[in-house]
């Protein structure tokens, strides 16, 4: 087990070195935008009251040295100060907090989704190949790939919450409704259903794709002859021995894309009104609260390494080799 | 390579010359938007809510009576400029660190593959909505960030492909006549390396007009350009009542965007020709 230990040590720093990074530019952003940084940090330019603005210049030092002021910038972040939204009147990181559920919630769900849906689907692909099913995924994939998530999510509303009447078309759960127990939790379920599916669309087209070229790469290699020389049934091969070799890049790239699947979340939150920090970023964008959307783009950033911590994870169970190679 | 040989790789794959044929229509759409519809797209056409094919307006009108098909046509335009321009700006940046780390190797590599791994972790979208909104929506700062969010893959192929060369016998003669490192990067490396970059950067046009379009939809579009983007965040709300208004812009970036990846794919497979054929 020292193998995996070391891998996740050596993670954690990187994924440290990574955060300072991004304060760094946090902080260089603030700066580079036009106009006052302090009336940038307060956010819609001339609306702030001249004492908060003051109040700003003097917390962040904003007439010492450039170095000076970084210092001060990145030990309040560190400390968990990622500055105060004068337009909601509390602390960024309080606003951050009550967000953040609803996203994880939402993103974990899609990403789980996607990979099982995904591998189940190129899996299918790979063993008919050739045949309609086969070609029918391919379309499906290719289609997915050119359409923006936030107009599937607006045509699924469309077609199962406006025509159908099926499901919700927006929220987190009924208002006023006041469920409890069970019955809460499959309402919020209930609520979550399009905004997972749209979230998670693209990206079971992308895994099913990946998992059929490697499925049909694996299949030619040795080993699986010498399974069939064996007598191993057909199932008993696709399942244990080409899949589980051809699921490691498909893991991989799963990594990869977790940041552009955290992204996704701003634009299906903002079609489904879910009220994550996806949502509260939209929301900060029309305000122009800049404190808010640079915590934002922390936090997000956070949620990718972890994202990318789960898929070692995840890559350590499927291919006990890594604990011992590197 | 000659051209009809290339042609002929292209031409073999039916859904890149359908893909070539939609781009075309949708470039002929955007050269004539001006000719074929006037009047300004942002001005009152019609009434309001007008359902598709009433009398003014094909695709119907929007809530304040703006014709939809006039907004697709010069929505067209911005999507395709945007699309072009900051894939041209993502290959500057991107070839140019991934020539750089290729060609140096060591310490240099290193750095600038740090640089990259920290841009490739960043969620990309969120950093472009952030730089949009701080440096205030314009065509620049849209086509700026896009270039931003996008470069890092470019600079790991181009990295790839001049590790690969920079071993082979034409680059190492190149060296021992005394070529400079800029000759040699230039005008021999950089010329053997372009088809994979040349079918990443014609998926990458798309990936810019799925982007642009993302930004326009949370209302981060250029105030002054129609974009099928802004057309949908605009009707978004009231999708109740009018789906066209929804509806047909979407379908102008599914197709754009489809076409451009059909294309790439049918570039891929005239360019690489040994890649497609193992691909099966």
């Known amino acids: ?326 | 390579m000659m051209k009809s040989e290339f042609w002929r790789a292209f031409a073999r794959n039916k859904g890149a010359v359908l893909g070539l044929v939609i781009l075309a229509a949708i470039v002929f759409l955007a050269a004539f938007a001006s000719f074929l519809f006037p009047n300004d797209p942002w001005d009152m056409a019609t009434a309001p809510f007008q359902p598709p094919l009433s009398e003014d307006a094909l695709l119907g009108s929007d809530m304040l009576g703006r014709d939809i098909a006039a907004g697709i046509a010069h929505g067209a335009r911005v999507s395709l400029l945007i699309g072009l321009t900051s894939t041209a700006a993502a290959l500057a940046i991107g070839v140019t660190l991934g020539a750089l780390a290729g060609f140096h190797g060591g310490r240099v590599d290193d750095a600038i593959m740090r640089f990259t791994e920290l841009f490739q972790t960043i969620p990309n979208f969120v950093l472009a909505v952030v730089l949009v909104a701080i440096f205030t929506p314009s065509l620049t700062t849209i086509v700026l960030a896009i270039a931003i969010v996008s470069w890092p893959p470019l600079a790991r192929l181009a990295r790839a492909e001049f590790l690969s060369l920079r071993t082979r016998e034409f680059v190492q003669a190149a060296i021992t006549t005394g070529q400079s490192n800029t000759t040699i990067i230039l005008r021999q490396i950089l010329p053997n390396s372009l088809s994979p970059i040349i079918v990443s950067a014609s998926l990458m046009v798309a990936t810019a007009i799925l982007l642009e379009s993302s930004l326009s939809f949370l209302g981060l579009g250029d105030p002054n350009a129609m974009s099928w983007g802004y057309m949908i965040g605009a009707a978004r709300t009231v999708i109740r009542q009018a789906w066209w208004m929804s509806v047909f812009p979407g379908l102008a970036i599914v197709l754009t965007v489809l076409a451009l990846n059909l294309v790439g794919e049918g570039l891929n497979d005239a360019l690489n020709p040994k890649l497609a054929r193992s691909r099966g």
Do not use: C
């Open chain 1, 1 to 326: 087990m020292l193998g995996f230990a070391q891998i996740f040590a050596s993670r954690l720093v990187k994924a440290a070195v990574i955060l300072i990074a991004i304060v760094v530019m946090n902080f260089f952003l603030v700066h580079a935008a036009p106009g006052d940084p302090a009336m940038v940090m307060a956010g819609e330019a001339g609306a702030a009251d001249e004492k908060f603005v003051a109040q700003l210049r003097e917390q962040f030092g904003l007439d010492r040295p450039i170095l000076e002021q970084l210092g001060t910038y990145v030990g309040k972040v560190v400390q968990g100060d990622l500055g105060f939204s004068y337009r909601q009147q509390r602390p960024v990181w309080d606003i951050l907090a009550e967000r953040l559920p609803a996203t994880l919630v939402l993103t974990l769900t899609a990403f789980l989704l996607a990979l099982a849906l995904g591998v189940a689907l190129g899996t299918l692909a790979a063993v008919t190949v050739g045949t309609w099913a086969d070609s029918a995924i391919t379309v499906v994939a290719l289609l997915a790939y050119a359409t923006p998530i936030y107009w599937i999510g607006l045509m699924l509303s469309l077609l199962f919450s406006i025509q159908l009447g099926w499901l919700p078309a927006f929220g987190y759960e009924t208002v006023g409704a006041g469920y409890t127990g069970l019955a809460h939790v499959a309402d919020v379920g209930k609520h979550l259903i399009l905004p997972v599916i749209t979230l998670a669309l693209f990206y079971m087209a992308s895994y099913a794709r990946l998992t059929r070229a490697s499925m049909l790469e694996v299949r030619g290699l040795d080993f699986i002859k010498t399974a069939k020389a064996k007598g191993l049934s057909q199932g008993r091969i696709v399942t244990r021995h080409v899949l589980r070799n051809a699921i490691l890049p498909v893991i991989t790239v799963a990594g990869i894309q977790a940041g552009q699947l955290v992204g996704g979340s701003i634009l299906i939150e903002t079609v489904f009104a879910w009220p994550g920090i996806g949502r509260l970023a939209f929301e900060a964008v029309l305000q122009r609260d800049y404190q808010v959307l640079l915590g934002i783009f922390l936090v997000t950033s956070i949620m990718v390494i972890l994202f990318n911590i789960l898929t070692d994870i995840l890559y350590g169970l499927v291919d006990p080799r890594i604990q011992v190679s590197q």
